[in-house]
């Protein structure tokens, strides 16, 4: 497990001993099945992947972390939430990461992820003062960006759907995406590695144009892509790869 | 947790102390790690969707058990079962949609179903004599209509498959559908909650006509995509709207 | 449990008793709550489905664990991988599995089969002997098919997301694909079981093809498709139907 250790010290900058123990918990029951998967996540995932230069550990730990709330993955939940800890991601953020995928990914996913990050933050010794306020002063909202969006929506589906076309404006653009303790182009980032993650490949091209109007780059796009294919798979990722490709095409470079 | 209380309390004749006790476990943990999410729960949520008057307590469960299993969500079962009991989902009813749903979300979601269900029914002393029959008399079915159905994706598919054409015939539609203990209104809103809890949106078209023409009016299908979004994520509802709105829009209001 | 028992000993040449535990205990819940599903389950899917000509019982166990690991669906693994040794698949070979649906399905899905299968494989003294090497000699490459398809790709998307493209051709095609321990035709029937029970429709074109290419007959898809309408549930069998017959016609027979 010395490998392990030191593919992950090299990525942060302080890496626990919670993370180590994950870890290692995680490839001793690989290395009985799949001599070969181990040597995947130790080499290829962990060794190459997560170092390559276009996105930060810390971004690479909120992709990921999305991604497996996203698919309601609990198994390793517990190793990738104390990497995140480790890699810079704030508590408060991994709590707005949770409540943002309630919305974007449903409401028991949401659940679940708690249940994992709860334990991790009781290790941690991670108490309320380090989450966010349940209600705290909202970020400006740019108004009439909002309003071109509900104006859009309303005309498509007020007449049929007015409970969603309500709760979208008022409780989603209106409230969650302006919570103050995870930024706009983090919110995006989580979104977008959602989206990716569940196959929702209709929702990306405003998700993802939205991430890059956030300050997402289009090589920070294409990183948090090639990192999501290890951990949604390749099809989904083969699957966003024509509209992101049409979304990268359309804007100025 | 006297909040939970109340909001429960106002949705049901009865809100047995399983569901309080499920509920208050639920919401401990989501405080621990993201105070504006048991916010969203309880105010949101339980305190508002729930009580929307286009769609009954009753309708509510079942379209939310419905996506819960579909989207093999284990975590949240525990409440939800005992709150369709307290909201007159009948135990027999909750056995009709575990078992409709290993035919239209798969077998093993309906086994994960099954070991929630298992202790809730057992806490309840509900036994044997308030399950359906494994082979009961089945109701009657339109000829005609499943004649049409038949014929059609014979000449699509029967050729190339004719394993799925026979059995959808033979287990879904000359018996699975005509089950007595579940109505057939309440066996597509089932139907229609499970594809849009998984995105699959090819199949929304027919299914949903199929639930208006047994009985579900357009408003309660409008309050059950809007009751979905929290429970499946927005993403999937906004790919069910558009297929939605032209089912909506070629039927006589 | 008399039933079950002749149900899957005409199945295989050797039914273990830990197969029939886990059958056993499985069907004893699902009696306490749905009495139907015990009938489907124990009659129309292992008595009748998994006995049909056309695929068999080993390659209806690959499509099933496929299934199940594609869906991050632990809760029936134990019985099926079981089932899967019973029927003649190799330890070896549902070692690859998993590390193939690493790549396909997503890394933590293959984590969670990795919990499943350890366990299994511990209770048949299953040693790291009856494992596949990390990094054995691989298969010989189709070098003009491979270029082909690179160029494809890089041609598509190289300009735009550099990294997918390069870890496409040297992790997954020119090095996972040619592992020895599963046949290049049992890692596409993988593959393509794992694309069907994702719902992922836009990949099936591609991998269906080179399935058959490897070996695999219409006949055997068609079956393939049937066993999974009842494991990955009908809608997903639906959405892949048409895009399957299209790869069907354009063959030649």
Do not use: C
């Not at 490998?3 to 029951?29: N, P, V």
């Not at 409970?163 to 983090?186: E, H, K, N, S």
């Amino acid at each position: 497990m010395k490998f392990l250790a030191a593919a992950i010290t090299t990525l942060t900058l302080m890496t626990s001993s919670a993370t180590q123990a994950e870890g290692t918990k995680m490839l001793d029951d690989v290395r009985m099945v799949a001599p070969a998967l181990e040597k995947y996540t130790q080499g290829t995932l962990l060794g190459d992947v997560w170092k390559r230069p276009g996105l930060s550990a810390r971004d690479r730990s909120i992709v990921t972390i999305a991604a497996l709330i996203a698919r309601n993955q609990a198994i390793e939940m517990p190793f990738y939430f104390n990497l995140a800890l480790d890699s810079g991601v704030k508590p408060r953020e991994i709590s707005e990461v949770i409540t943002h995928l309630a919305f974007y990914s449903g409401w028991a996913n949401a659940m679940l992820a708690v249940t994992a990050a709860k334990n991790v933050f009781a290790a941690r010794n991670i108490g309320s003062d380090q989450l966010p306020a349940a209600s705290p002063s909202l970020l400006p909202i740019d108004e009439a960006a909002e309003a071109q969006r509900a104006t859009r929506v309303e005309q498509q589906f007020g007449a049929w759907v007015p409970g969603v076309v309500q709760y979208t404006t008022d409780i989603l653009f209106r409230d969650l995406w302006l919570r103050p303790d995870l930024a706009p182009r983090d919110r995006s980032l989580v979104t977008v590695s959602a989206l990716i993650a569940a196959g929702q490949v209709a929702q990306i091209p405003y998700h993802l144009g939205r991430a890059m109007d956030n300050g997402l780059t289009q090589p920070q796009a294409a990183e948090a892509i090639t990192h999501l294919a290890f951990y949604v798979g390749w099809p989904n990722v083969f699957s966003a790869l024509p509209v992101a490709k049409e979304v990268f095409e359309k804007r100025p470079r």
